[in-house]
T-cell receptor, first 116, second 113 residues
Framework: GAVVSQHPSRVICKSGTSVKIECRSL??????MFWYRQFPKQSLMLMAT?????????EQGVEKDKFLINHASLTLSTLTVTSAHPEDSSFYIC????????????FGEGSRLTVL | AQSVAQPEDQVNVAEGNPLTVKCTYS??????LFWYVQYPNRGLQFLLK??????LVKGSYGFEAEFNKSQTSFHLKKPSALVSDSALYFC???????????FGTGTRLKVLA
């Protein structure tokens, strides 16, 4: 099946620093990638949808200047948490959608961010 | 509003017993329905999906789910649970109008040895 790689799997940073998380589709081209945030014991919250070569579309309540998303190629999207604070600590998961959508969803392994 | 409900936060079952994880949805039209499993600190893994056809769908690791249109349900089942099935299970629906995916809140399955 299709593989989505997410890196890093865990990151710990100091408050005020920025952290970049990468999401790569390894064996398919992804026109669209999605970024989710998952709080403990809660479901996935869609943060934003990114289409290759264009600006991301953010869900209501998500600060676009705080969570910078870049989708420069058909196989790579990045999420940068800028000036991170402890409340940004969470599990972030990306999803890549193949150009030929079969209906199945392909998720990255997730990245656990801890901001001290 | 379109929604997916997983009424149980946690389901406990003894190893070897059958398990059911419930999911109901409220989506107009004919949605696509999915089940995903998440192990600790991992992404979601696909288990099975229903798009059309036979109401009983078989998926990975011996899981199956039954689509019931009249009850708008898509419960996940397995005849004989394994300890290794312990994980967080998500039901998801693709809205046929917006193509957006809606996830349930997840059900934690604990299979006891």
């Amino acid at each position: 099946g299709a593989v989505v790689s997410q890196h890093p799997s865990r990151v710990i940073c100091k408050s005020g620093t920025s952290v970049k998380i990468e999401c790569r589709s390894l064996d398919f081209q992804a026109t669209t990638m999605f970024w989710y945030r998952q709080f403990p014991k809660q479901s996935l919250m869609l943060m934003a949808t990114s289409n290759e070569g264009s600006k991301a579309t953010y869900e209501q309540g998500v600060e676009k200047d705080k969570f910078l998303i870049n989708h420069a190629s058909l196989t790579l999207s990045t999420l940068t948490v800028t000036s991170a604070h402890p409340e940004d600590s969470s599990f972030y998961i990306c999803r890549a959608e193949p150009t030929a959508n079969t209906g199945e969803l392909f998720f990255g392994e997730g990245s656990r961010l801890t901001v001290l | 509003a379109q929604s997916v409900a997983q009424p149980e936060d946690q389901v406990n079952v003894a190893e070897g017993n059958p398990l059911t994880v419930k999911c109901t949805y409220s989506v107009s039209g004919n949605p696509y329905l999915f089940w995903y499993v998440q192990y600790p600190n991992r992404g979601l893994q696909f288990l099975l999906k229903y798009i059309t056809g036979d109401n009983l769908v078989k998926g990975s690791y011996g899981f199956e789910a039954e689509f019931n249109k009249s009850q708008t349900s898509f419960h996940l089942k397995k005849p004989s649970a394994l300890v290794s099935d312990s994980a967080l299970y998500f039901c998801a629906v693709r809205d046929p109008w917006t193509y957006k995916y809606i996830f349930g809140t997840g059900t934690r399955l604990k299979v006891l040895a």
